[in-house]
């Protein structure tokens, strides 16, 4: 071999050699980056009347938080604690019901110190907004002109706890057996009342907010007031990042978003 040739060689091996250091500092460069890039996953099941708030509180936390990304479970809040119950992988429960979270909480489920209060809601009865039934009260559904009356089931459903609750104190409960339907959510309730499937049911004040054009309000149930409590699950893999969003729900900007549609502020 010449001597030009062993030169030439020489050049070449060289040159791969230094493109080969290059990319590997690029790649080494960019590793710390490509990781801060891919946030850090959490969980948080919601009960269901919470659907449309916590998208938007999702989504003003993601904003500020790049190093977080919130998902949402929707559900009742009896359905959602079996869930956790059974392990399913929550970072974050967000309950309508004191009750559920004692129960949450005696059973190990959550971090008890992290618990909560962050917003408030009121029972109401509600009517389809072109139904022409004369609707004021509870005692109006006892009448023979109301034929469904939609409640979520009082076994999970916080609302339909609070239904039961309620239509017991007004003396119709035994009455109206016949005419509930059953909801496994409120916003099931909900929905039947925006297609004019049932003649009233018993929803949150927010929910009728969400429909305003297709549901109205008959009478707000002031004594049926609801507490959500927030709190970190046990057994979460990120409870760092969901503690995160738990203190957010207690900034200004959570409790804006909150009073704009229609929830109290504790």
């Not at 309620?166 to 959510?185: M, P, Y």
């Not at 609801?226 to 979460?236: G, I, M, P």
């Not at 409790?255 to 229609?262: C, K, S």
Request: hydrophobic letters at 45%; proline letters at 3%; glycine letters at 6%.
């Amino acid at each position: 071999m010449s001597k030009e040739e062993n030169e030439k060689m020489e050049r070449t091996l060289i040159s791969r050699l230094l493109v080969s250091a290059m990319a590997a500092v690029l790649f080494f460069t960019a590793l710390p980056a490509m990781t801060a890039a891919a946030p850090a996953h959490i969980v948080i099941s919601a009960a269901a009347s919470l659907t449309n708030v916590m998208q938007a509180l999702g989504e003003d936390f993601n904003k500020r938080h790049r190093d977080v990304s919130a998902t949402f479970n929707f559900g009742s809040t009896g359905d959602l604690l079996a869930q956790i119950t059974q392990s399913a992988p929550v970072d974050l429960f967000v309950s309508a019901s004191a009750a559920h979270m004692d129960q949450a909480e005696a059973s190990g489920l959550i971090d008890p110190a992290s618990r909560l209060t962050f917003a408030g809601n009121i029972l109401v009865l509600a009517r389809p907004a072109d139904s022409t039934i004369p609707i004021t009260g509870l005692q109006d559904l006892a009448s023979g002109l109301v034929k469904r009356i939609g409640i979520g089931k009082p076994e999970t459903v916080t609302a339909g706890q609070y239904a039961k609750q309620a239509l017991r104190e007004a003396g119709v409960w035994d009455r109206v057996q016949e005419k509930l339907i059953l909801g496994n959510s409120v916003r099931q309730i909900l929905d039947y009342l925006r297609r004019g499937e049932i003649d009233a049911g018993l929803v949150f004040a927010t929910d009728v907010r969400v429909a305003r054009d297709q549901v109205r309000i008959a009478a707000e149930l002031a004594n049926c007031r609801v507490e959500y409590t927030a709190a970190l699950v046990a057994a979460s893999r990120e409870r760092k990042e969901a503690g995160k969003f738990l203190q957010y729900l207690a900034t200004d900007a959570a409790r804006t978003i909150l009073a704009d549609q229609g929830f109290q502020l504790p």
